[in-house]
T-cell receptor, first 112, second 112 residues
Framework: AQSVTQLDSQVPVFEEAPVELRCNYS??????LFWYVQYPNQGLQLLLK??????LVKGINGFEAEFNKSQTSFHLRKPSVHISDTAEYFC??????????FGKGTMLLVSP | NAGVTQTPKFRVLKTGQSMTLLCAQD?????MYWYRQDPGMGLRLIHY???????AKGEVPDGYNVSRLKKQNFLLGLESAAPSQTSVYFC???????????FGSGTRLTVV
């Protein structure tokens, strides 16, 4: 069985500041890891994914994430956020045999 | 290319009424999924399909039924709606877990 823990339900940050959204997972087999973003009243959009290879993954809108197998983490980072990054972010885990399991989400609130 | 289309976008039902939510994808994806999203709960898998004519239960299947008679369509049915089924429902499709999921824009259902 797989599970995902997003450690923060809300992360407030000022515009142009760096941000890190934390995600830890548990799985008994090799995993695929994803970050999705959901803007208000919209569906989920894929930000980035880790399947294998380099542990640093770059995604859209300047976001990146680092896979750390020993710490079972996949934290999302951005060096400088914009007002338009205000949204809910979901971490998700899967393996080759299963469906995606999502975390409960982290609301990123960017203020001027 | 429309991607994943969900109809209707909004619906209000009375307790005990039935309805069907339609999901259509035009990407020739094999896999399709129905999730529900509730505040603070993330996305939870209701049912999914790994191909035309197949369906399987997810994490929260009770009170729902599904059908996948055509590859491009995945229907979610509520036979006797309950207030606990008030939620936002998302459909998604994929060509394999490693590719990530493409989501529809959601259906907001209120059961009164």
């Amino acid at each position: 069985a797989q599970s995902v823990t997003q450690l923060d339900s809300q992360v407030p940050v000022f515009e142009e500041a760096p941000v890190e959204l934390r995600c830890n997972y548990s799985s008994s087999v090799s995993v695929y890891l994803f970050w999705y973003v959901q803007y208000p009243n919209q569906g989920l959009q894929l930000l980035l994914k880790y399947l294998s290879g380099s542990t640093l993954v770059k995604g859209i809108n300047g976001f990146e994430a680092e896979f750390n197998k020993s710490q079972t983490s996949f934290h999302l980072r951005k060096p400088s956020v914009h007002i338009s990054d205000t949204a809910e972010y979901f971490c998700a885990v899967s393996d080759i045999y299963s469906t995606l399991t999502f975390g409960k989400g982290t609301m990123l609130l960017v203020s001027p | 290319n429309a991607g994943v289309t969900q109809t209707p976008k909004f619906r209000v039902l009375k307790t005990g009424q039935s309805m069907t939510l339609l999901c259509a994808q035009d990407m020739n994806h094999e896999y399709m999924y129905w999730y529900r999203q509730d505040p603070g709960m993330g996305l939870r898998l209701i049912h999914y399909s790994v191909g035309e004519g197949t369906t399987a239960k997810g994490e929260v299947p009770d009170g729902y039924n599904v059908s996948r008679l055509k590859k491009q369509n995945f229907l979610l049915g509520l036979e006797s709606a309950a207030p606990s089924q008030t939620s936002v429902y998302f459909c998604a499709s994929s060509q394999g877990t490693g590719n990530g999921y493409t989501f529809g824009s959601g259906t907001r259902l209120t059961v009164v």
